[in-house]
């Protein structure tokens, strides 16, 4: 009975806090680090080339999938660097619904683990699935 206890305190509402506010932090900061690296990296290579506006080139087609993005980030190219800031940006809020279900169920609170498990489904169709 006491662990159960002990498990329980440890679980408090402003441990969580903390820990989700840690989360987005470090989330944000390693993300926006990503970013620069892959910023300074890009206008290495092509910081000096001269801009034509009157041609319209779309991004290369190689960096709409995450393989291909790893691939070309793994081969230190600035915008695929650039790119995976970006994808750790957007899971930062989907990591912080995650731990926040988890959180919830080790405090044994079913409504707000079926609320939070709502609101990731809803968070994840809207990422991934398509709307129309």
């Given at each position: 009975?006491?662990?159960?206890?002990?498990?329980?305190?440890?679980?408090?509402?402003e441990?969580?806090?903390?820990?989700l506010g840690?989360?987005?932090?470090?989330?944000?900061i390693?993300?926006?680090?990503?970013?620069?690296?892959?910023?300074?990296?890009?206008?290495?290579k092509?910081?000096?080339?001269?801009?034509?506006y009157?041609?319209f080139?779309?991004?290369?087609?190689?960096?709409?999938?995450?393989?291909?993005?790893?691939?070309?980030?793994a081969r230190?190219?600035?915008?695929?660097?650039?790119?995976?800031?970006?994808?750790?940006?957007?899971?930062?809020?989907?990591?912080?619904?995650i731990?926040?279900?988890?959180?919830?169920?080790?405090?044994?609170?079913?409504?707000?683990?079926?609320?939070?498990?709502?609101?990731?489904?809803?968070?994840?169709?809207?990422?991934?699935?398509?709307v129309?």
């Open positions: 009975m006491a662990e159960t206890n002990a498990a329980q305190s440890s679980w408090t509402d441990r969580v806090e903390k820990l840690t989360l987005l932090l470090t989330g944000v390693v993300s926006g680090l990503v970013v620069l690296v892959g910023g300074v990296l890009y206008l290495a092509y910081g000096r080339d001269p801009l034509h009157e041609n080139d779309p991004q290369r087609a190689s960096l709409h999938s995450i393989i291909e993005v790893g691939k070309y980030a230190g190219d600035g915008r695929a660097i650039i790119q995976i800031g970006l994808l750790l940006l957007i899971a930062t809020p989907v990591m912080r619904v731990f926040s279900m988890i959180a919830f169920a080790l405090e044994k609170d079913r409504l707000y683990v079926a609320l939070t498990v709502i609101v990731l489904v809803i968070l994840l169709l809207s990422l991934f699935g398509k129309t």
